[in-house]
């Protein structure tokens, strides 16, 4: 019995004067330190090996006996599927100031090097080249720079033991340039051209007919009202999903087309898409009511079949101006048989490439219940670049003019001209009065904003 008092109080005695060593309340939680590489070589950064390619000679640079490295953090993940046989590493896991592709033959580089994990780059034996809008490392192979082998990847890629937490660069899409290509970003405030998400045609990420090899929609900056393309491969495993409805936050990696025409994002999984049911930011559209029986008086009727001049258009009171003084506007285009309106800015030069074309006046004041309608068709699509609005009072400059914009249906259409076809818009207008124009605006500029519309058989109808 002693002999448990003794255990007892030595016991009591112990946690005493434990107790008695601590001189505060607070206990601090060890930070974990950073692992570290028992790396030895000579370090460069990614922005100064970039700078070996001179993209006025276009020759790939290839590094020999140089014994130099770069350092960078994963940004890519093919693990949905969306990036294949490349990795994706920017300078630093935080206010990174560049970016880098680098080309491997392996489709499952998630598993070892994964979102985060820092890796040595050994550059001697690799080229560096300029593809796809992009700077890009790997084995050259007459004369283009292809994937390093399976049995040369433990050679030039070192991995780290670090695995850094990654924060997203915050900007907006009027923002984007050189600096930010292959960084990962984050767009705050977005949300889908409204064309896109319709509940009669609400569109996927990348599994529409017209979708070849990628699919792109576009992405609109409620901030700014700019416009980007968000690029998904058709051999991603979410492609099939439907692109959700409101608007919200997204973080991906910013990076050129395949044809290096314009700046798309690339998602690694889809859940690096922020959507609540948020209002969106639509403009405010003009709402008489959704009437859509066309009536039997003809208020006003063009179907371009007598306009094989464009010029032919003034005579007939049409107002067809490039508002920035750059020759190209609204002009007849023609396709088996079929006579239309057509604009496009591509290879104008023109940025930006600002046309109005304008119906002339159709008076109201002599019927009710009118319906406006017309046909439009997208090609080479690369973004939605056109609107449609109506004024009653027109001052003969569209600038100087007080415009309501109309709810119409703007296609999306193919990267091409692949399964083109007319997509019709009826919209009610009879809470308008006196003499009314109907406008058709292009907005676009030259590379990445020169999307093809094709306008036809505009009509006004009432009783």
């Known amino acids: 019995m002693k002999a448990i008092f003794f255990f007892r109080g030595l016991l009591i005695s112990i946690i005493f004067t434990l107790i008695s060593c601590v001189n505060t309340d607070d206990f601090e939680i060890p930070t974990p330190e950073v692992p570290e590489d028992d790396f030895d070589g000579v370090i460069s950064s990614i922005s100064a090996i970039k700078g070996n390619y001179k993209p006025l000679i276009g020759d790939i640079y290839t590094f020999q006996n140089t014994d130099t490295y770069i350092v960078g953090y994963v940004v890519s993940s093919d693990e949905a599927g969306n990036f294949y046989k490349k990795l994706i590493l920017q300078d630093k896991p935080e206010n990174p100031s560049s970016g880098i592709q680098i080309l491997i033959d392996d489709s499952s580089l998630s598993d070892f090097y994964e979102f985060g994990r820092k890796v040595y780059v050994k550059l001697d034996g690799l080229s560096l080249g300029y593809n796809n809008g992009s700077h890009q490392l790997g084995i050259q192979n007459r004369g283009e720079v292809v994937v390093i082998p399976q049995s040369l990847i433990d050679e030039h890629l070192i991995r780290s033991l670090e695995k850094a937490e990654i924060k997203p660069l915050q900007i907006d899409i009027v923002d984007f340039n050189e600096t930010y290509k292959n960084i990962y970003i984050r767009l705050e405030d977005v949300q889908f051209n409204r064309n896109l998400i319709r509940e009669e045609q609400r569109y996927t990420f990348a599994a529409e007919v017209t979708d070849q090899y990628d699919g792109e929609r576009q992405l609109e900056s409620c901030l700014s009202s700019s416009a980007v393309m968000l690029?998904?491969?058709?051999?991603?495993?979410?492609?099939?999903?439907?692109?959700?409805?409101?608007?919200?936050?997204?973080?991906?990696?910013?990076?050129?087309?395949?044809?290096?025409d314009h700046y798309v994002i690339?998602?690694?999984?889809?859940?690096?898409?922020?959507?609540?049911?948020?209002?969106r930011c639509d403009p405010v559209f003009l709402n008489c009511g959704s009437n859509i029986l066309q009536g039997s008086k003809q208020l006003f009727e063009e179907d371009f079949v007598g306009i094989s001049n464009e010029n032919i258009l003034d005579g007939r009171g049409w107002t067809n101006v490039n508002i920035n003084g750059g020759n190209e506007r609204f002009e007849d285009g023609i396709l088996n048989g079929n006579r239309f309106i057509r604009i496009s800015a591509y290879n104008t030069g023109e940025n930006p490439l600002e046309a109005w074309l304008i119906t002339p006046a159709v008076n109201l004041d002599t019927s009710t219940q009118e319906v406006l309608s017309f046909e439009i068709k997208a090609s080479y699509d690369n973004a939605t670049i056109l609107s449609v609005l109506v004024t009653t009072d027109f001052t003969g400059n569209p600038l100087t003019t007080n415009w309501q914009t109309l709810e119409a249906n703007i296609p999306v259409g193919p990267a091409s001209q692949y399964g083109v076809s007319f997509k019709k818009s009826i919209l009610d207008i009879s809470c308008l009065t006196g003499k009314v124009n109907i406008a058709f605006k292009y907005l676009g500029a030259v590379p990445d904003k020169t999307t093809t519309y094709d306008i036809d058989n505009i009509r006004i109808t009432g009783n």
């Open 266 to 279: 690339v998602l690694n999984t889809p859940e690096d898409l922020e959507f609540m049911e948020n209002d």
């Open 231 to 260: 690029s998904t491969s058709t051999y991603s495993d979410f492609k099939s999903l439907l692109l959700p409805q409101f608007s919200g936050n997204l973080n991906g990696v910013l990076t050129r087309n395949f044809y290096d």
